[in-house]
């Protein structure tokens, strides 16, 4: 009777080619009485199983007796109009356990049930995929709620937010509920100065990473700086579908970098003060230096013995050195605090104020000058600052001079090259020996033993000429002469 009834189920012979080839599992079709009637699938092919050893056995012939009344009891099941489904774990070999997940249905035939099928299907690697994940969500949930940077993900419109680690409570004073229920808190909680910059930052985040830093204002008034850091996630296609982000508070930073800033303005100002208490007592000191000068001048003028004229030698010496230490310290004083002006001046005028004041230095007169600059050569730049680095390089060249030749020579030329101008100073003097270059534009260094000056001058000429933007370079060798070159821009 029963083989009657499932033969008499026209799809009898597709449902077993089905049964056969099922893949990734089995499937078993058991009667009233627990008798298999069809078994088969891939599974039972790759485990080397017959179908024989199934079909037409009852269920206490083919599985062991631990499992059976189990399985009976789920067969009852199905047979009382149930759908039943289980897990099972088997032991396939001494170290290697298998998780299978087996579903039952009743097969019908004009509203009677005249057997049970059986589904099962191999779930180890899914089983083991979902632990892995959950130890990986898990980790990534330990990370993120004791972590003290906020960790979010929403979507690309900004219409939801995915994530949002607990953190937020301590830097923003709100909860990630409050921000699931409305995405947008958090934009209306930035300080109303940086919303349109984090609007547009936003709008970047959705196509490359970007990076902001900008104020946010939390319930209870406070004010916090924040770096947001947020990354584009895309989909297999290459489409942005979400937004990852970092959020941390920097404002204990940034406090201390107001702070640095405050102290740093506060040793500018003090700076400011110490370089004009220098100008000052530089200006006080030359006044009686310059009376005893004049004094000095007319007891040289009144009748008096040689050793007396050789006393006030030695004297207008000294004096002279210390007034040309006075001097280097004006200098630099002017060059680093006087105010940066940009005006159109004759390079050629320059050169030749500068030579004018020189005019009374020792040999000066037997120093040929040659200039080679046009006369319409404009200069956008700073005329003090230019006149002092001038006034330097031009001294030196008159103070080094070699006596042993007869054609002492100094050379001054400017080349103009689209918006840069080469100034060239050149001398024959005594040069400057190799191992010296290197520190030469060094405070306070003296580059020969000739050298009865501050060792100020060289070092003021490239604090100058950084303060307008210009360099300097020098070329030398000893005993035939040095050259200095000049580099500024804002030519005309």
């Not at 949930?141 to 219409?159: P, S, T, V, W």
């Not at 006149?387 to 103009?416: C, D, F, G, W």
Request: net charge negative; aromatic share 8%; charged share 25%.
């Amino acid at each position: 009777m029963q083989k009657h009834l499932i033969e008499g189920i026209e799809i009898h012979e597709i449902f077993k080619q089905l049964v056969e080839n099922f893949p990734n599992g089995t499937i078993f079709m058991v009667n009233r009485e627990m008798k298999c009637l069809l078994a088969g699938g891939n599974l039972l092919k790759q485990l080397g199983i017959s179908t024989s050893y199934f079909e037409n056995k009852y269920i206490h012939e083919i599985f062991e007796k631990e499992k059976v009344d189990f399985l009976i009891t789920n067969y009852e099941k199905v047979f009382n109009g149930e759908l039943v489904n289980f897990e099972t774990e088997n032991i396939v070999s001494q170290d290697k356990v298998r998780r299978h997940n087996t579903f039952g249905v009743p097969l019908l035939n004009n509203n009677e049930i005249v057997a049970s099928i059986w589904i099962t299907q191999e779930i180890t690697e899914l089983r083991e995929m979902q632990m892995e994940l959950t130890e990986k969500e898990e980790l990534f949930r330990q990370l993120a709620e004791n972590i003290f940077d906020i960790f979010y993900m929403r979507d690309a419109e900004y219409a939801k937010m995915i994530y949002v680690s607990p953190a937020v409570k301590e830097i923003m004073g709100i909860t990630p509920e409050d921000i699931y229920a409305q995405p947008s808190l958090p934009l209306q909680m930035v300080h109303k100065d940086d919303v349109e910059f984090i609007k547009q930052t936003i709008n970047l985040s959705n196509q490359v990473n970007t990076s902001a830093n900008y104020r946010l204002v939390r319930p209870d008034g406070q004010i916090r700086w924040l770096w947001n850091r947020a990354f584009p996630v895309r989909d297999r296609n290459g489409k942005v579908y979400r937004v990852a982000g970092i959020v941390e508070d920097i404002t204990d930073r940034r406090l201390a970098e107001d702070k640095l800033n405050e102290t740093l303005k506060a040793l500018e100002e003090k700076n400011y003060e110490l370089d004009n208490y220098v100008y000052k007592v530089s200006h006080d000191l030359r006044s009686p230096i310059a009376s005893i000068i004049g004094l000095l001048n007319l007891m040289k003028m009144e009748e008096h013995n040689a050793k007396i004229s050789e006393y006030i030698h030695h004297l207008e010496n000294r004096l002279g050195r210390l007034d040309d230490f006075i001097k280097s310290i004006l200098s630099h004083s002017k060059a680093v605090n006087a105010k940066v002006l940009k005006e159109k001046v004759f390079l050629i005028k320059l050169i030749n104020s500068s030579l004018d004041e020189l005019k009374y230095m020792p040999n000066y007169d037997k120093l040929q000058i040659k200039i080679e600059v046009e006369e319409d050569l404009q200069l956008e730049s700073d005329p003090l600052r230019l006149s002092i680095v001038l006034k330097n390089l031009l001294s030196n060249a008159v103070k080094y001079q070699n006596p042993y030749i007869a054609e002492r020579r100094l050379l001054i030329k400017a080349i103009t090259d689209k918006s840069l101008v080469h100034i060239i100073i050149k001398d024959n003097g005594i040069g400057i020996k190799q191992e010296y270059l290197p520190h030469l534009f060094d405070m306070f260094f003296r580059a020969t033993d000739h050298s009865e000056g501050s060792g100020l001058g060289l070092y003021i000429v490239k604090q100058t000429l950084k303060h307008i933007g210009g360099t300097v370079q020098v070329d030398s060798e000893y005993g035939k002469g040095t050259t200095f070159h000049i580099r500024l821009g804002y030519t005309s």
